[in-house]
């Protein structure tokens, strides 16, 4: 099994900033794809942003690329996802997820493991 707790969220201003974080234990965290999904009110989940189990290969969705920015500290167990000039479509709950041990880390089918989420809240 593998707990993910996310941490970060919160109001920010249109094209302001925010960096979430997430802390897992359990299983081998350097075997895990990891990523950040999000979810708005009346919208499915999609997925915002994956990295591989060594951090060197990344996924962007359209919506976020050049303004993010994932990361992962394979020692620390944690994964990060920094984001900038944020817009008021960037609201939703963000969850941080974990594929199957050595899983695709861009494929949504894989992700077996969910965090509780956190709230982001972009003001105009």
């Known amino acids: 099994q593998v707990q993910l707790l996310e941490s970060g969220g919160g109001l920010v201003q249109a094209g302001g900033s925010l960096r979430l974080s997430c802390a897992a234990s359990?299983?081998?965290?350097?075997?895990?794809?990891m990523g950040w999904f999000r979810q708005a009110p009346g919208k499915e989940r999609e997925l915002v942003a994956g990295i591989s189990w060594s951090g060197g290969l990344t996924y962007y969705a359209d919506s976020m690329k050049g303004r993010s920015t994932i990361s992962r500290d394979n020692a620390r167990n944690t994964v990060h996802l920094e984001m900038n000039s944020l817009k008021p479509e960037d609201t939703a709950i963000y969850y941080c997820?974990?594929?199957?041990?050595?899983?695709?880390?861009?494929?949504?089918?894989?992700?077996?493991?969910w965090g509780q989420g956190t709230q982001v809240t972009v003001s105009s």
């Open positions: 997820a974990a594929t199957s041990p050595l899983a695709r880390w861009d494929d949504t089918t894989k992700y077996a493991y």
């Open positions: 359990g299983r081998s965290f350097s075997t895990l794809g």
